[in-house]
């Protein structure tokens, strides 16, 4: 086996944690990935990783030979490519929101096929949090803060928790002046995020907090839309979900003066010292259309 690609193949099992999500993000077989650690600690004749039951952990020589391997394989590839005027070619692996990924990740991804045509994209849209490394993912699409700070993050937009309710509903039952004023009405509750029924308000240390007995709970963004347009209660979701109904009249936007302070949209990548250029290019690519074409609703 070539030496660089053994190299490579050793910090994706360091990054990964483990012998199968190594294998996964290389999309190579397990036993390749085993054996390819097993000669190269034959070679050095020393353990590299110690095995537990969940994760590998690298030994002290082997984090120390992962830093030093890092460094190499990226010194390797700008001497190749010629750093900057690197080309921009293979398989780019994406994550973002359902909602989010088709009304504005999709068309950023076709116009980077276009402007690249040696690219390959893979699109995978899902609400649940991936870990880039365990799935394999070069990219993701995050909304709210990031808990993993190990992650490199460029803002992109931001977008709103806003409140909703159909003009039918509101002729029948009124409209609603404060947060407070919901305890009195049907409410539409999501249940994919939390299973608290309340709503939050205003600044994180200085809003309020309304506690609801919702009439309907729906594990759907667009269920919760349908049964609000239908008059079935006040619904509560992210601003982009529900531009369009806003703009068409379907939904009218309420409490706005008590909304919680915006959530930002981030793209974000693992953190390296030398991001791949297809990597780079899209976040630039992305970066400036999401500019042109401003989240916030």
Do not use: C
Request: hydrophobic content about 45%; aromatic content about 4%; charged content about 25%.
């Amino acid at each position: 086996m070539d030496r660089l690609d053994e190299l490579t193949i050793f910090v994706a099992i360091v990054e990964a944690g483990s012998l199968v999500g190594a294998a996964r993000r290389l999309r190579r077989s397990p036993p390749a990935i085993t054996r390819a650690l097993s000669s190269l600690e034959d070679r050095i004749g020393l353990r590299l990783v110690d095995r537990t039951t969940r994760r590998l952990a690298p030994t002290e020589a082997g984090s120390e030979l992962a830093e030093r391997a890092r460094s190499w394989l990226a010194d390797y590839e700008e001497m190749l490519v010629g750093g900057s005027q690197a080309p921009i070619r293979g398989v780019l692996r994406i994550t973002a929101p359902v909602q989010f990924g088709r009304r504005h990740v999709a068309p950023i991804v076709s116009a980077f096929l276009n402007q690249y045509p040696d690219i390959r994209v893979e699109l995978s849209l899902n609400d649940r949090h991936v870990d880039l490394i365990e799935e394999g993912l070069d990219l993701a699409v995050r909304i709210g803060p990031l808990a993993d700070s190990s992650l490199i993050a460029r803002q992109v937009g931001s977008v709103r928790r806003v409140v909703v309710a159909s003009p039918a509903y509101l002729a029948g039952r009124g409209v609603p002046r404060t947060p407070a004023d919901l305890a009195a009405h049907d409410t539409i509750f999501g249940m994919a995020r939390s299973p608290a029924r309340e709503w939050r308000f205003g600044p994180p240390r200085r809003g309020s907090v309304v506690r609801l007995s919702p009439r309907l709970l729906v594990d759907d963004v667009e269920a919760q839309l349908q049964a609000a347009q239908a008059g079935r209660g006040i619904a509560r979701v992210l601003s982009y979900q529900v531009s369009d109904e806003l703009a068409a009249g379907s939904l009218v936007r309420l409490l706005q003066d008590f909304e919680p302070e915006a959530l930002p949209v981030q793209l974000v990548t693992l953190s390296r010292s030398h991001m791949a250029p297809k990597v780079r290019a899209f976040l630039d690519s992305a970066a400036k259309i999401f500019h042109d074409v401003d989240v916030i609703q």
